[in-house]
Structures are given as C-alpha cells and as structure tokens.
C-alpha cells in the first residue's frame, strides 16, 4: 500500500509539473501580489510633499520644520506665503501645508502645560484620497508635536504601524487569499478532473480506497504552498521590511494548520461539485468573496455592521489573518493567538469530517 | 453454481428517476467465455457495466461477479476486476509508461510481475512508451487501455464499447487480442454498438431499451431467423422502400447498407414482387435470396417488442 501511495504522489506531482502554465502562476502569484500590494496598490503615508506658512520664525518653529524634513515619508517643499496655501494645493505643488501661529511658542507652551494651544498649527491637506490625507493629517500631526505630546491632551498612537504602512497589513491577508486560492481551488479542481474526464471510474475499480488517493492529491499542493509560504515570508521580511518580530515558528505553525484546513476545504468541494467549471464556481463563490469582502482583508472587520460581522466569523481567512497579524506585526508570542489557533483547529476537524462522511466511493 | 459462472445477473434494475436504465435484465457469463453485450445507444449497456463494476448500486435484482455479490462484497470485486470504460480514461499528460505503471501501483504489482500477459498487446504501443498518452492515435490509446484493465492479471475483464471510435484495422486487431486474451482463461464482457463483432464472440446478448432481448450463440441467434430473407436492390432506393412496404406478402422491409432487406411469409415468391415493381415504373430492380445476419434477427426481435 505504501508503494502505491507513493506513486499516486509521484503521478501527481507530474501532472503538476506538466502543467507548466499553472505552475507558473502558482508559484508567480504570491510574488506578483505581494509586490503590487506592498508598492503599487497602497495607501499608506508616503512622499507627502509639506510647504509651510511662518509668519514668525523662532527657534521652535525651525525645529519643527526640521522633523518634517528629516522624516522620510515627507518631502519639504519649501516656504509659502498665506496667501498661497489655495493655489499650491490645487497646482499640486504640495499636498499638504502647515500653517504655524504667530504667536507658536507661547501657544506651545501652554500645549506644554495643558492649557489649551489648540490654535498653535493648522494643517491643510489635499483629501482628494481621502484615506492618504487622514493617515497623513495623524502622522503628520504626531511628527510635529513630538516632544510635547502626551501631556494633557488626548492623543491618537497608532502602534505597531505608525506609518500605516499598507505592506504590513497586506501581507497576512495575501498569505489568507493565496493559500486558500492553491490549495483549495487546485485541490478541489483536480480531484473533479478525475471525475470529469472519466478516470475516477478506473480509479474506483481498484483495491486503493480513494481516500488514499485524494490524499495522495493533497501532498504535492501541500507542498507547492510551502514553497509560496517561503517565499511570501522572505518577501515580507527583506523587500517589504515588514520587522517579523513575531516567533517564527509560530508563524510557519499556524500557516500549515491553514493550509491543511483549506486543502479540507478543497476535498469538500469536490464532494460537492461534478465538473471542473463548477468546483472553480464554488470555490469563487463560497472562498474568494467571503475571503476578500469579510476577512478583514481590505476592509477591517470592527468597521462592519453587526450582521456582517457575525457571518465573518464563519470565515477561517478571518481567524488566520487576525493570528498572522499578531504574530507578524504586533509581535505577539503564540499564547496570544490560542483563541484564532483553536477556532482553526475547530474548523479544520469539522470539515475534514463533513467531506470524508460526503466523500463517495461509488459514482452517485 | 454462481462459483461456475464469471458473472451472474438475476433480474437486476436500475431507474434514473422516471427513466428505466436497466429493466430486469438476467443472463450469465461462463468462466473463459467472451461475452458480447450488443445493443445501440440507450440500451444500458454502460449502466450494466457500471452496475457490476460496483460503480453505482442497483435498485432491485441481484448480480454477483467471480462469485461476489455486487452489493455485499463490492471491495472484493474491486480487487479483481478490469474495467475499461467507454471513453478514454487514462492520463493524457502522462506518457505511456508511466500511465501502466500507475496502474500496476494502483493495484499493488508492477509491470514485470504480468509482463507477459500484456507483451502480445504492449509490444505494439512499446515504441512510444515515452509518448504522452494524449497523443496517441485512437487505436493505440485502447491498446494501452487494455493493457492498464489488464496489468493486474484480471480474473473478469469488463469492455464497453471498446471498438467504439476506432478504425476498421484496429477493430480487427483488438477482438484478435481479445482473443488470445480468452484462451489465457480471463472472462469477458464487452459491449459494442457494431452488430458485425458480435460473431467474434461465443455468445451475445441483444439488448434494447434496457431490455434483454434474448441470449445464444451467435449461429444460434441467427438460426432464430426462421423467414426468407431478401436483398433488394434498383434505382429509386427511397421509393422501392416506400412502395416495397405495402406489398402483399411482404413482413418488412428495411434500409440495410446498400440495400434493403425484405422479409417475405412464407411460400412469398421473388420474381412476382420485381415484376409487379417494374410495372409500377422502378428501374434495375433485383431481389436475391441472402443469408440472415445478427442485425436482422435483432431488427426482427425489436419489432416484435
């Protein structure tokens, strides 16, 4: 038995690698999506060109200035008089402008101690995209009150991500979508081909129990998104930057546990499904839009009705997102995901069950 | 008695909900015996072959093959059966020989332990065993399905339509393999939709409709054929038919390749039908006496249904 295991893998390895085109895009996908993610498609706090209005410059104010021009997410564009703050903006020669009081010190100073300074700067922004103006509008606010924040006034830190950079958030969720695009769409397909081009027929009439053989199916997809896994992580860390400051470990851990719950969701679809064109139906259907719309993915699951939220918990992209980011971005050791790893666990067991007890070993 | 016999089957029936599949069919397959299943289209013949290769499950009857029950016992069958389906079944994308070594792996041998049993057919395909079974021609790939049902050394072997889609040559050149296959002591069912083949095998089943319409040697079938038959044959082809038919003493007439065939009752007398055709007008016409073949004793027997 153990002979023949071996040579369904080695038979589905080859098709695998035979279908160079498919290959292809297995392995390209994740590097290609990680790239546009992490540079093309972000809006995260980047190349801000700042100009500035001071009526009185003082010490302060040059200090002021100074964090702007040396922090790398914005550019200084230059000084500018108040008049100018409109048409600069609409010519596109800065997308944002600090305004400094006439009376700055004494106003921060009083910032200092609490006692109001509310009017010490004004911040103009283009918010024609409005999500890179309000995470610019924060960041910049923080770089300019550095040193005297904290004080009395309630302030926004954002932690972890301080830039927003977008590649950070981005990557869990790429890693949730790729994982289960391979391994449950690819499974699920190729396990239907069988039933579609007729060969399940010969396959049934045999002493080899098809579950052998769908397993058999599942090992070189297993395979093939560890290597996406690898390449997502080394992408991550060295072309994105994302710190990883997590346990490695645990990271690869909760990944594999992912991958063997979607490879559990592939083999259910095909106990469901007859032809390929319908297993790829479902899968879009019942993964892709869930996975995109309500993992948290692109849009965060605290920001959805109450509804949506409940059928998000539904989603194990969810779970598996919510796990990596903590892991990945907060750095958070694996006790901190117990909850997401045991849901996973849940998950995984349940489906395994529902598609082995639908899983047939006659035709209809 | 059932350990004597290949296959069994005792009024076995299958419904796909309002349509009747298979209707009660009964007969039995001796062991060594090449058995032909012949029928057109819709007559169940894959439904049958799939009802004894475990595939699906019957709804009444019964049928047991190398003395197992298809029901009960449905792994054991597993384990000892070939099944070549209708339509190619084997990987395109693999070459030749790593397709007949997945299926040696599948049932647990290799391809040296039944080399022999296959080398008469494996020889043919052998030259292009590093050829993608894709791109093989249509006679070559059920060479190498034949060889894949039969690597395990298969004590019942099950064909259907295995000729189907083949040229003339290969046709020939199968049922010859089928032959040697027989004298190597491996039962056989095989379908086929062509009423020539039937006389390649020791005895046929005419099936239609899911019906039986009756089991025997293939001399014993056309034995059965108790009428005088005739080929007729003239210049109108469409109007002899039409005007053939309403003839008196004429049973039927029917298109039979280049032909028609006419079935006279008895005492009918030739030469009185050309002449009363000629007078109507039909040129070149002739009518000689011919020997019954399968496909009219089963055009005979469907009419009778």
Redesign the interface.
């Known amino acids: 038995?153990r002979?023949?295991f071996?040579?369904?893998v080695r038979?589905e390895t080859?098709?695998i690698l035979?279908?160079g085109r498919t290959m292809m895009i297995v392995l390209l996908m994740p590097v290609v999506q990680m790239i546009l993610f992490g540079f093309a498609i972000s809006n995260e706090v980047n190349n801000i060109d700042v100009g500035v209005v001071v009526p009185h410059p003082t010490e302060s104010v040059r200090q002021a200035i100074e964090r702007i021009s040396s922090n790398p997410y914005f550019t200084f564009k230059g000084y500018l008089s108040a008049d100018r703050i409109d048409q600069a903006l609409r010519q596109g020669e800065v997308d944002a402008v600090v305004v400094f009081a006439d009376d700055y010190d004494r106003q921060m100073d009083a910032f200092s101690r609490g006692e109001g300074g509310e009017k010490a700067i004004q911040i103009v922004i283009d918010a024609s995209d409005t999500n890179t103006a309000s995470a610019g509008a924060v960041y910049l606010k923080s770089v300019l009150l550095e040193g005297h924040a904290g004080v009395v006034s309630p302030e926004t830190h954002l932690l972890y991500n301080p830039q927003m950079k977008s590649a950070y958030s981005f990557v869990p969720g790429i890693m949730g979508m790729i994982f289960m695009l391979i391994c449950a769409i690819m499974t699920s397909v190729s396990i239907v081909r069988e039933k579609e081009?007729?060969?399940m027929?010969?396959?049934?009439?045999?002493?080899?129990r098809p579950l052998w053989i769908v397993s058999a199916k599942m090992i070189p997809y297993f395979t093939l998104s560890c290597l996406n896994l690898l390449s997502i992580l080394l992408l991550a860390r060295f072309v994105l930057e994302v710190p990883m400051s997590g346990n490695l470990i645990s990271i690869v851990g909760v990944s594999m546990l992912y991958l063997i719950l979607a490879l559990a969701f592939g083999l259910f679809i095909s106990t469901v499904a007859q032809r390929q064109a319908t297993a790829l139906l479902i899968s879009a259907m019942l993964l892709l839009f869930p996975i995109i719309m309500l993992s948290g993915m692109a849009f965060p699951v605290e920001n959805m009705p109450g509804i949506l939220q409940v059928v998000s918990c539904v989603v194990p992209t969810r779970w598996y997102i919510d796990a990596v980011r903590k892991l990945m971005i907060e750095g958070l050791p694996f006790v901190a995901v117990l909850k997401e790893f045991f849901i996973l666990v849940g998950m995984t067991l349940m489906l395994l069950t529902v598609a082995l007890r639908k899983f047939n070993d006659?035709?209809? | 008695m059932e350990m004597n016999e290949a296959v069994v089957v005792e009024g076995l029936t299958k419904r796909y909900g309002a349509l009747t599949a298979l209707d009660g069919m009964s007969f039995c397959v001796g062991r060594g015996e090449l058995f032909g299943l012949i029928g057109p289209d819709g007559a169940g013949k894959t439904t049958l072959f799939r009802l004894l290769t475990t595939l699906i499950d019957a709804d009444g009857g019964r049928a047991a093959v190398d003395g197992f029950d298809i029901r009960k016992d449905y792994r054991l069958i597993r384990k000892r059966v070939g099944y070549m389906p209708g339509r190619f079944s084997l990987y395109p994308d693999l070459s030749v020989e790593e397709n007949l070594a997945f299926f040696a792996a599948l049932f647990g041998v290799s391809i040296s332990d039944n080399y022999e049993l296959i080398a008469p057919i494996y020889r043919q395909i052998e030259p292009f065993r590093t050829r993608r079974a894709g791109k093989l021609s249509g006679g070559m790939k059920q060479k190498l399905a034949l060889c894949c049902a039969l690597i395990h050394r298969p004590s019942v072997l099950f064909l259907d339509e295995p000729t189907t889609g083949v040229d003339a040559v290969s046709r020939g050149e199968f049922w010859e393999m089928l032959g040697q296959l027989k004298n190597r002591g491996i039962s056989m069912l095989v379908s086929t939709p062509y009423m020539d083949e039937a006389t390649r095998c020791d005895r046929v089943a005419l099936c239609n409709e899911g019906r039986l319409l009756g089991v025997d040697t293939p001399q014993g079938i056309v034995s059965r054929f108790d009428a005088p038959l005739y080929a007729l044959e003239g210049e109108n082809m469409y109007g002899l038919l039409l005007e053939t038919r309403k003839m008196p003493g004429v049973v039927a007439c029917y298109p039979f390749g280049e032909s028609h065939h006419l079935v006279g009752c008895e005492g009918f007398d030739p030469h009185r039908l050309v002449g009363e055709l000629e007078r109507m007008g039909f040129c070149g016409v002739s009518v000689r006496a011919v020997e019954p073949g399968i496909e009219d004793v089963f055009i005979k027997w469907m009419s009778h249904e």
């Not at chain 1, 027929?201 to 080899?208: G, Q």
């Open positions: 038995m002979k023949s071996g040579s369904f038979k080859l098709h035979r279908d081009t007729g060969t027929e010969v396959l049934l009439v045999s002493p080899v006659k035709l209809e």
